[in-house]
């Protein structure tokens, strides 16, 4: 287990960038593939993209493709979120997470340890 705690959330306009950060604790954070969910008020929530603890492999849901870009710095224990091209559907809370082993994951289930959330709002 680690624990995670999300930073870099905030409001922007249509069309802006952010970028989200999760630091981790533990002494094995190399060791475990890491993704970012999100959730719209009234929605559930959802996969946005994941990274295998290599970075050799990650996935991306088909909303954000080519326009956000996951990446981890295991020296740091940190997992970004680049968000471009923003759009007021992107508003949501967004969750770091880390997975149960170090395989690619997408499935929420598969993910153990959750950060608390930071928010997202993008204004048209």
């Known amino acids: 287990q680690v624990q995670l705690v999300e930073s870099g959330g905030g409001l922007v306009q249509s069309g802006g960038s952010l970028r989200l950060s999760c630091a981790a604790s533990?002494?094995?954070?190399?060791?475990?593939?890491m993704g970012w969910f999100r959730q719209a008020p009234g929605k559930e929530r959802e996969f946005v993209t994941s990274i295998s603890w290599s970075s050799a492999i990650k996935r991306y849901a088909d909303s954000v493709k080519g326009r956000f870009t996951i990446s981890r710095d295991n020296a740091k224990n940190t997992v970004y979120l680049q968000m471009n091209s923003l759009k007021p559907e992107d508003t949501a809370v967004y969750y770091c997470?880390?997975?149960?082993?170090?395989?690619?994951?997408?499935?929420?289930?598969?993910?153990?340890?959750w950060g608390q959330g930071t928010q997202v709002t993008v204004s048209s």
């Open positions: 533990g002494r094995t954070f190399s060791s475990y593939a």
């Open positions: 997470a880390a997975a149960n082993s170090g395989l690619i994951a997408t499935i929420e289930a598969d993910f153990g340890s």
